[in-house]
């Protein structure tokens, strides 16, 4: 099957935990993204990583940061945790390019206590 | 900077009538590539349609819509609502190819009996 694969689909945690969310693609893309969606459904880009390389960083604060051992894996781990993290993480992949077709994982859903 | 300009809020309709969800946006780069993303509940989004061409209408699944770059718009369609076209809309953007898609606020469609 090809599609965008996400890990874990929910993860509840306590403020100042660090967590890590996994990410794999199938789709044979070279471009890959976090995007968060808060609870009132804005969907904001956080990263973009091409072919291992980080070409968009959007205004997110420091205890985010992703990984990206290969074009078809990118990670996003949160040292830190603070309330306003508590949202869905989709991570999506494309071909290079903003002018092709995101596919989307299915989430996780991160909620900090 | 860019921008993408939606129908704020909840449209509810009747299922039969016609659908219009509004999308502007704003850029200074002449070649934009504007998209439609549904999510449905509980599922991420997928691209409904996508164009970058000028005045010409692209239609999928029912939908349509035409990008019209003299008055900034590609406006979201359909001859008549389904109780299954019930979701949440985003329009996006690519005003430069090589960055991201930037997502409006997204419009949630209410469609009942």
């Known amino acids: 099957e090809t599609a965008v694969f996400q890990t874990p689909n929910y993860h509840v945690t306590q403020v100042g935990n660090e967590v890590s969310f996994n990410c794999k693609q199938t789709?044979?893309?070279?471009?890959m993204y976090w995007y968060k969606q808060d609870s009132k459904k804005l969907l904001k880009i956080m990263f973009s990583?091409?072919?291992?390389?980080?070409?968009v960083n959007e205004t997110v604060p420091r205890r985010f940061s992703p990984q990206s051992s290969d074009k078809a894996h990118l990670n996003l781990r949160i040292k830190s945790v603070e309330p306003e993290d508590s949202a869905v993480y989709l991570c999506?992949?494309?071909?290079?390019?903003?002018?092709?077709?995101?596919?989307f994982g299915s989430g996780t859903r991160l909620t900090v206590l | 900077g860019d921008s993408v300009t939606q129908t704020e809020g909840l449209v509810t309709l009747t299922e039969g009538l016609p659908v219009m969800l509004n999308c502007t946006y704003q850029?200074?780069?002449?070649?934009?590539?504007l998209f439609w993303y549904v999510q449905h509940l509980n599922e991420s989004p997928r691209l409904l349609l996508k164009?970058?061409?000028?005045?010409k209408r692209t239609e999928h699944q029912g939908f349509h819509a035409t990008l019209h770059k003299s008055s900034s718009s590609f406006h979201l369609q359909k001859s008549s609502a389904q109780l299954s076209d019930s979701a949440l809309y985003y329009c996006?953007?690519?005003?430069?190819?090589?960055?991201?898609?930037?997502f409006g606020t997204g419009t949630k469609l209410q469609v009942v009996p």
């Open positions: 164009s970058f061409t000028d005045n």
């Open positions: 996006a953007l690519s005003a430069n190819s090589g960055t991201y898609q930037r």
């Open positions: 850029t200074i780069y002449s070649n934009p590539f």
């Open positions: 990583y091409n072919n291992k390389q980080l070409i």
């Open positions: 999506a992949s494309s071909y290079l390019g903003g002018t092709e077709t995101l596919y």
């Open positions: 789709l044979g893309h070279d471009t």
